[in-house]
């Protein structure tokens, strides 16, 4: 079993920041890939960033790429998203999430709300 607790969301004007965090208990944190996703409203949850179990690997969506950075921190047991330069279009709910599977993310955390403002 996973919990994954995000926190750092709020409301930022456009070309703003904001680090998410994403704090894990539960099985060996160093153990599994974790991902961030976001929904927006009124459409589906999508694929933001992920990042390997070292955290020597990372991958971001086309829409956050040079914007976004994706980092964790082994000894802390949290992964963190770093939000550059942010947009309206990246308001959404932002949520963390655990692959310790083969079959894919199968742990969610809660969801942390972004709202950017132009």
């Known amino acids: 079993q996973v919990q994954l607790v995000e926190s750092g969301g709020g409301l930022v004007q456009a070309g703003g920041s904001l680090r998410l965090s994403c704090a894990a208990s539960g099985r060996t944190f160093s153990s599994y890939r974790m991902g961030w996703f976001r929904q927006a409203p009124g459409k589906e949850r999508e694929f933001a960033a992920t990042?390997?179990?070292?955290?020597?690997?990372?991958y971001y969506a086309d829409s956050v790429k040079g914007r976004f950075t994706i980092s964790r921190d082994n000894a802390k047991n949290t992964v963190y998203l770093q939000m550059n330069s942010l947009k309206p279009e990246d308001t959404a709910i932002y949520y963390c999430?655990?692959?310790?599977?083969?079959?894919?993310?199968?742990?969610w955390g809660q969801g942390t709300q972004v709202t950017v403002s132009s």
């Open positions: 990042i390997s179990r070292s955290g020597s690997n990372t």
């Open positions: 999430a655990a692959e310790t599977s083969s079959v894919g993310y199968d742990y």
